[in-house]
C-alpha cells in the first residue's frame, strides 16, 4: 500500500546500543497517511493467537521508564505472518505524540493478551454483515475483511466508513482495492465485499454520516440491499462513544439485539477511543 502513503521499509537489522524493551516486538514497516493518521506493521511473537477483530495492549517506555500502553485494534488478519495497526496521531497524546515517530527498527511494547468483542463468534448466523466504522474504528474491519471466515460466513459484506476529509478514507480505500488481487483471499472475496466509504465535510461523490445513510434508506437503495432486518443481518460497530451510541440506536429500531462474546446476538460494539475531544 504506497501509492498515496509514505512507507519506510526495515532496513536489514542491525544490533543498536538501545536497551531491549518488555514484550518488545521490531518495527517493520512505517506509513503516513496525513498528518493524523498512520499505519505500521511489527514482528509477531510466535506464541501470540488472536482472532481477527481482537485488540491488544501497545505502547513504548514512557520517560518515567515505565510502559506506556493503550489499547490497539489489530489491523492484520489472524493469518498473517506479521501484526498491523492504524494510527491516529494526537499532537500532545501521551502515547501518539512519540508513537508517531518511530521507524522500521524500533522496538514497541507488545502485550500477548488478545481481547475484544468485535468477532464472529459473538454474532448468530446471518446473511450479510455490515461493518459500521468512523475514523480509526476501521481497524478492526481492516482485519475483518482479510479474514476468511467473514466470507465463509455470509454471503454479503458492507463495509461503511465515513471520516471529514477524502485523505482520511485512504488506508481504507487501498485496503478494500488491494483484496480482489490477494493471492490467499481475493477468491473468496469475490464480489461479496462492498465498500461505501463517505466525507461529512470535504466533497466527495458519497457523502453523509452512517447514522443518516442508514436512516434516511439512502445507503441500502445505493447498493440495492433491503432495509436491515434481524433476520438477515448483522453488525459490528466500531467509532466515537456519541458514534457508538447514535449507531446502536438505530440498529434496535431495526430490530437487531446487542450481543457479546458470552452471548451471541444480532450486532456488537466497541469504542474505537476512550474521551471526547482531541
Ligand atoms: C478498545 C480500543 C481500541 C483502540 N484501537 C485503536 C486503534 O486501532 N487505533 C488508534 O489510533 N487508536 C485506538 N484506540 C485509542 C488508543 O487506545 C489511544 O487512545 C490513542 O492511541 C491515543 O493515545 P495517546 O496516549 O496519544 O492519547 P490519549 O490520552 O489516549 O487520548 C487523548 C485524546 O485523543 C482522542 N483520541 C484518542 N484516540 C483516538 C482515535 N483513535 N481517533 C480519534 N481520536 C482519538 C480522544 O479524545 C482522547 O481523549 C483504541 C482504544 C480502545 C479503547
Ligand atoms: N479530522 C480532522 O481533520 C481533525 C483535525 C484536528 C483535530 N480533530 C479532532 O480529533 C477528534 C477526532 O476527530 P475525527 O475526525 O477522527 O473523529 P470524529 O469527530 O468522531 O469524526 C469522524 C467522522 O465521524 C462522524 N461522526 C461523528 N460523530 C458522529 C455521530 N454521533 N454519528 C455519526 N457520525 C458521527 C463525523 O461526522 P461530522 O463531520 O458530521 O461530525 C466524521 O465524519 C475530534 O475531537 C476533532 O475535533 C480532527
Not at 84 to 96: M, Q, R, W
Not at 104 to 121: N, Q, S, Y
Request: hydrophobic letters at 35%; glycine letters at 8%; a negative charge.
Amino acid at each position: 500500500m504506497t501509492e498515496q502513503g509514505a512507507t519506510m521499509d526495515a532496513p536489514a537489522r542491525t544490533e543498536t546500543a538501545k536497551p531491549h524493551l518488555p514484550d518488545a516486538q521490531t518495527v517493520t514497516q512505517v506509513t503516513h497517511w496525513t498528518d493524523r493518521l498512520f499505519s505500521f506493521r511489527v514482528t509477531r511473537p510466535q506464541s501470540l493467537r488472536f482472532r481477527s477483530g481482537e485488540f491488544v495492549m501497545i505502547g513504548l517506555l514512557g520517560d518515567n521508564g515505565k510502559p506506556l500502553l493503550r489499547a490497539y485494534s489489530i489491523a492484520s488478519p489472524a493469518w498473517d505472518e506479521e501484526l498491523e495497526f492504524y494510527s491516529i496521531k494526537v499532537p500532545d497524546g501521551p502515547l501518539t505524540s512519540k508513537l508517531q515517530h518511530i521507524q522500521p527498527g524500533d522496538e514497541i511494547i507488545l502485550r500477548p493478551k488478545p481481547v475484544g468483542t468485535l468477532v464472529h463468534d459473538a454474532l448468530l448466523p446471518g446473511k450479510r454483515l455490515w461493518f459500521l466504522a468512523t475514523g480509526t474504528g476501521l481497524a478492526p474491519f481492516a482485519s475483518l475483511m482479510r479474514e476468511p471466515e467473514t466470507y465463509e460466513k455470509y454471503d454479503q459484506v458492507i463495509m461503511m466508513h465515513t471520516c471529514r476529509e477524502v485523505a482520511e478514507l485512504e488506508y481504507g480505500r487501498q485496503l478494500v482495492e488491494s483484496l480482489k488481487d490477494d493471492p490467499l483471499i481475493g477468491e473468496l472475496v469475490g464480489d461479496k465485499l462492498r465498500y461505501y466509504p463517505t466525507t461529512t465535510r470535504e466533497t466527495f461523490h458519497q457523502m453523509g454520516r452512517v447514522t443518516d445513510n442508514l436512516t434516511s434508506g439512502k445507503v441500502f437503495a445505493d447498493l440495492g440491499l433491503p432495509k436491515m432486518n434481524p433476520a438477515e443481518d448483522r453488525a459490528m460497530v466500531c467509532g466515537s462513544l456519541a458514534f457508538n451510541v447514535d449507531v446502536k440506536k438505530i440498529l434496535e429500531d431495526f430490530g437487531l439485539t446487542e450481543g457479546a462474546n458470552s452471548d451471541p446476538q444480532q450486532f456488537v460494539v466497541e469504542k474505537a477511543f476512550v474521551g471526547d475531544g482531541i
